[in-house]
């Protein structure tokens, strides 16, 4: 059973950073294509970044771009969300998600197709 680990989630005041972590032990990482996502209390999940299996393309909402990096440790079989600049409605649960894409560098551009999905980070930021 490949179970998908976040970390990295906690407190921030507006303007700060916050580094996100996702580990997946059993996963053959390095065929699953990654994403972050995101769920705000009262609204949908939403999609936050997409990284290809090699790393080389990625995606971001129009929310996060410039200020959210995506990246992904293949040999540790990691992948991280480097959030700079966070405000107040970045606050929410993030989700990692593994998505199983023929195309090393293809990436995930919806939440429909995830194979596998963590827990959940909380993610506040609040002055």
């Known amino acids: 059973q490949v179970q998908l680990v976040e970390s990295g989630g906690g407190l921030v005041q507006p303007g700060g950073s916050l580094r996100l972590s996702c580990q997946a032990p059993?996963?053959?990482?390095?065929?699953?294509?990654m994403s972050w996502s995101r769920q705000a209390p009262g609204k949908e999940r939403e999609l936050v970044a997409g990284i290809s299996r090699s790393g080389g393309s990625t995606v971001y909402a129009d929310s996060v771009k410039g200020r959210f990096t995506m990246s992904r440790d293949n040999a540790k079989n990691t992948v991280f969300l480097q959030m700079n600049s966070l405000k107040p409605e970045d606050t929410a649960v993030y989700f990692c998600g593994a998505v199983y894409l023929s195309n090393s560098e293809n990436v995930p551009r919806e939440l429909g197709g995830v194979d596998y999905w963590g827990k959940g980070t909380l993610v506040t930021v609040s002055s």
């Open positions: 059993g996963l053959i990482f390095s065929l699953y294509a």
